[in-house]
């Protein structure tokens, strides 16, 4: 009975004292091990960024239609189709920045913001109340350029988060945030699985989509068939999310953010 | 033992318990999370974080569930059970770490409390591959909460100890839940079958070790059944009975001394034949049951006196099972060798 364990007395046995500890220290190499495994398991996570924290000052001109953009000139260059970038603009937290932006349409501004951005494709989280009047200038009419008619197989992510302020900000893992994203107004985007190429959604009229309309469709692999065309530096896609069917369903469907590309 | 409640009854063991779980939890969190902000810079930071904690949780919630199991097979885990509700109470607050770190990142901030936004953000009620496995982890955190919040032994007592048991029996509901929340939520996620194998070894580990424990608790209780089953009686635990001393039962109306000497148990007529003297009541001396009134002396597996002198007395089958003695109450002819039954090097502790 020399090896019996009570808890309360000040020293354990001797011999079980050494098992426990040969087990604890088992213990520490299996967390530190598991520990390292799993994140060598993770997907890699795509480049994307948000500049959080570090503020900007913009100028341009804000449109609405379909999104909120603001229109920012590209100095030197002439050609109409590429004199302005153009950057989504988005409020804080899970919102779109139509409410902020509403009484600005149209005007040339200044306003501040920090950065979000993704292969190529750039946001701006507006700082509330940052905006302001610069002087009047002339609304640019964007050319607008129709391109195909296009089947592709992808995701429909909510490009606040895809385009960096979650990382991953896509997959199954993320698609309750991207619901309440899109149901707060931040722009739907559908990301071709082939290209990773990055489409605005826009409806069949061309105008923004009901924001819960893509809701039960976030973050599984879709194939849509839509008409793709360019305006300004956007390419837009349309969808009838009538006719968005789910794929066939089971465990081992694969519900992956997307991942880079190498 | 105590006669009040404190939050804790603190000892050393406790304390070291402690150190040492927390110094884990420590290494864990900041290895998955500083290793992986190292090498995956383009992370968000609540990404690990909540990967970090939601993984240590399910951890500490395979190591809670192997302990039961492992202390039943080898005695010499009892330690690690000791202080196992602090294992239990941690296992919840990383949990709730991860759950509230969670619901911040992908609840919070929209047009939607949070909380009603976890429920109804995924439609998907009705699909496998889109089910909404976040619904699956926060039942399991209410689970793990419930066990948490009563793991005091103040609602050990008030509950009472039956139902307290009922209630702590919910972890393996909410086990089952977390382990479908990671199948239909990260292992969906992630393309690597690193996850996936870690998964399953993990269950694999916890299920097989239950079974074990479970088969052996068949297998004492079927050697028991057929004890019973022969007409023997338990008696009594064997650690009950000093070493070379006996403890006294009556059996069909026989009074029975059963002897525990070097190993081995054997059982007597209560009754010397020397005045009727408690055997019982004696002790063994140089290997002979020694009556306390004059010292007359049995060997314990004949029942008979050592020579020159002759007298006998009646002697019983015994067998001990696990840790428990049984003896069949139907005498031996006074005098008769009975084979000892042998004590198992691993003694069943009784609670």
Redesign the interface.
């Known amino acids: 009975m020399n090896?019996f364990?009570v808890?309360?007395?000040?020293?354990?046995p001797t011999e079980?004292?050494r098992?426990?500890r040969r087990?604890?220290i088992g213990?520490?190499l299996v967390?530190?091990a598991?520990?390292?495994?799993?994140?060598?398991?993770?997907?890699?996570?795509?480049?994307?960024?948000?500049e959080f924290g570090k503020a900007r000052s913009f100028e341009g001109v804000i449109q609405a239609q379909p999104y909120a953009v603001l229109l920012v000139a590209r100095p030197g260059q002439t050609a109409a189709e590429d004199r302005y970038s153009e950057y989504l603009l988005v409020a804080?937290?899970?919102?779109g920045a139509g409410d902020l932006v509403s009484g600005w349409v149209g005007k040339s501004v200044r306003l501040g913001g920090q950065l979000i951005y993704r292969d190529g494709v750039t946001m701006i989280e507006i700082e509330p109340g940052s905006i302001t009047l610069r002087e009047s200038e002339t609304p640019p009419a964007l050319p607008t350029r129709s391109v195909d008619v296009v089947t592709m197989t992808g995701e429909i992510v909510d490009s606040k988060c895809y385009l960096g302020?979650?990382?991953?900000g896509s997959?199954?893992?993320?698609?309750?945030?991207a619901?309440?994203?899109l149901?707060?107004g931040i722009p739907p985007i559908f990301i071709a699985i082939a290209t990773h190429k990055q489409f605005l959604l826009v409806g069949t009229d061309g105008k923004a989509l009901n924001r819960d309309a893509l809701?039960?469709f976030v973050?599984?692999p879709l194939i849509i068939q839509g008409e793709v065309f360019e305006r300004g530096d956007q390419h837009l896609l349309t969808v009838d999310p009538q006719l968005l069917k789910?794929?066939p369903?089971?465990?081992t469907?694969?519900?992956?953010?997307i991942?880079p590309r190498r | 033992?105590s006669v009040q409640y404190g939050a804790i009854g603190w000892?050393?063991?406790?304390k070291i318990y402690d150190v040492?779980l927390g110094s884990?939890l420590v290494?864990?969190l900041a290895?998955?999370v500083g290793?992986?902000a190292l090498?995956?810079p383009?992370?968000?930071a609540?990404?690990l974080l909540i990967?970090a904690f939601g993984?240590s949780a399910f951890?500490l919630l395979n190591?809670v569930l192997c302990i039961g199991p492992l202390a039943r097979l080898d005695?010499?885990?009892?330690?690690?059970l000791?202080?196992r509700r602090h294992l239990g109470v941690t296992t919840f607050l990383m949990s709730l770490a991860h759950g509230g770190f969670a619901l911040f990142?992908?609840?919070?901030?929209?047009?939607?409390n949070p909380l009603l936004?976890?429920l109804v953000?995924?439609?998907?009620y009705g699909?496998?591959?889109?089910f909404?496995?976040?619904a699956l982890g926060f039942v399991a955190l209410l689970i793990l909460f419930l066990m948490a919040a009563t793991s005091h032994d103040f609602w050990l007592r008030n509950l009472s100890a039956p139902t307290w048991k009922r209630l702590h029996m919910m972890v393996y509901v909410a086990y089952a839940l977390l382990v479908a929340h990671i199948?239909?939520?990260?292992l969906?996620?992630?393309?690597?079958?690193?996850?996936a194998s870690?998964l399953v070894v993990g269950v694999a580990i916890v299920l097989s070790l239950h079974l074990a424990a479970a088969l052996r608790e068949k297998t004492i209780d079927r050697a028991k059944l057929h004890a019973t089953e022969e007409g023997f009686v338990e008696v009594c635990p064997v650690d009950r009975i000093s070493e070379k001393c006996a403890t006294m039962v009556s059996v069909s109306g026989e009074r029975v001394a059963v002897f525990r000497y070097e190993g081995k148990v054997s059982a007597i007529s209560n009754v010397c034949q020397h005045q009727n003297g408690p055997l019982g009541e004696g002790r063994i001396i140089d290997g002979c049951v020694t009556c306390p009134w004059h010292g007359y002396q049995y060997r314990p597996e004949t029942g008979a006196a050592p020579a020159p002198f002759k007298e006998k007395v009646p002697t019983f089958l015994v067998k001990v099972i696990e840790g428990t003695v049984f003896v069949h109450p139907k005498p031996n002819a006074p005098g008769t060798y009975v084979e000892p039954a042998q004590v198992e090097c691993r003694e069943e502790q009784t609670r």
């Open positions: 090896d364990y808890g309360y007395l000040p020293k354990a079980l004292a098992f426990t087990v604890v213990l520490a967390t530190v598991i520990a390292l495994l799993l994140l060598r398991g993770q997907n890699p996570f795509p480049p994307s960024a948000f804080p937290g899970k919102h302020v979650m990382n991953p997959g199954k893992v993320h698609r309750d945030c619901s309440r994203c149901s707060g809701r039960e973050a599984e789910h794929q369903d089971g465990l469907a694969s519900r992956h953010p991942q | 033992m000892n050393r063991q406790k040492v884990l290494i864990y290895l998955f290793v992986g090498v995956n383009n992370a968000t609540e990404t990967r993984t951890l190591i005695r010499r885990f009892l330690p690690l000791y202080n990142q992908f609840h919070a901030l929209g047009n939607l936004s976890l953000s995924n439609p998907r699909s496998v591959a889109d909404p496995f976040q199948v239909l939520g990260a969906q996620s992630e393309a690597s079958s690193i996850l870690v």
